[in-house]
């Protein structure tokens, strides 16, 4: 056999590799093809394979820390919820610093889309969420509620971790995924982003030893300048009610700067709701009394 290849057959290959299979027979060129296809696509098959599995495991993972989470503020009870009453003090803030907008609230909420928001000591300030729609009550009758203001109260609605986990996640086009473990309000977290069909997007980080929610982020887009925009729920002093682990401490931030804090006096759960709750002209009438 010959250990060298002569100048003849090396212009040869050379003008095979340059022009590809043209000079080659038909069946030549089929069998060349075969060949080459072999090659290509049993690597890449074996890529694709490797890339499926990594992608149902980080799945599974996302999956099972977001169980965790669901078992460890309360599981079913949880999960079935009747009603949610709230009570405490609110602060407002602008660029991180206090507004001086401090005053009491109480809050009642229905899954999915029924909110009271009973504000002031005598109560004589009440706004009235009912789906997409909102209404601000006083001693002067009712109003809609300014569209920046639904707005803002929708967005974070819809991406509470009730909604994530109740409608997100039963939703089989819903994409979960394991971003690995960071820090939230001083404690390690285990980070998970749901991913809708809609390409929206809401990420929360649970406390890896407790499994509780530290924190929950996502952005929208500013419907005039079009920039993106980041919201963050951060939730502490835990306290379990009837059953129900319950975050006492809660503050917002838009764009990384502190904008509401709220401190929570009392919470209650499946409490009886008060009469004619959602009934904003019954409402009306009783204010004004």
């Not at 057959?9 to 069946?27: P, R």
């Not at 890529?47 to 820390?65: G, L, P, V």
């Not at 206090?98 to 809050?107: E, L, N």
Request: net charge neutral.
């Amino acid at each position: 056999m010959k250990d060298t290849i002569s100048e003849a057959e090396d212009k040869t290959y050379f003008a095979f590799c340059l022009y590809g299979w043209k000079s080659m027979s038909a069946k030549c060129f089929r069998a060349a093809g075969f060949i080459v296809l072999m090659l290509c696509v049993t690597p890449f098959g074996n890529i694709h394979a490797q890339s499926n599995n990594t992608q149902d495991a980080n799945t599974k993972r996302a999956r099972t820390i977001l169980d965790a989470m669901v078992q460890a503020l309360g599981g079913e009870r949880w999960l079935n919820l009747q009603s949610t009453y709230l009570e405490g003090r609110t602060s407002g803030f602008y660029q991180g610093k206090p507004t001086g907008a401090i005053g009491d609230f109480y809050s009642w909420h229905v899954f999915p889309g029924q909110d009271r928001l009973e504000l002031t000591k005598k109560r004589n300030v009440v706004d009235i969420f009912l789906g997409n729609e909102g209404w601000e009550i006083t001693y002067r009758g009712k109003r809609a509620l300014p569209a920046d203001q639904l707005d803002e109260f929708v967005r974070r609605r819809d991406h509470s971790v009730e909604t994530a986990v109740k409608v997100w996640m039963k939703d089989p086009n819903t994409i979960l995924l394991f971003d690995g473990q960071s820090l939230a309000a001083r404690h390690l977290a285990d980070q998970v982003t749901l991913i809708s069909p809609a390409n929206d997007s809401i990420t929360i980080q649970m406390d890896a030893e407790t499994h509780l929610p530290l924190r929950r982020t996502f952005q929208w887009r500013d419907p005039v300048y079009k920039d993106k925009n980041e919201e963050s729920e951060e939730y502490d002093n835990y306290q379990t009610i009837d059953g129900i682990p319950t975050p006492f401490a809660i503050t917002r931030f838009h764009n990384g700067d502190m904008t509401n804090q709220r401190f929570i006096y009392k919470a209650a759960y499946n409490v009886q709701l008060p009469p004619n709750a959602f009934d904003v002209d019954a409402t009306v009438a009783k204010i004004k009394k």
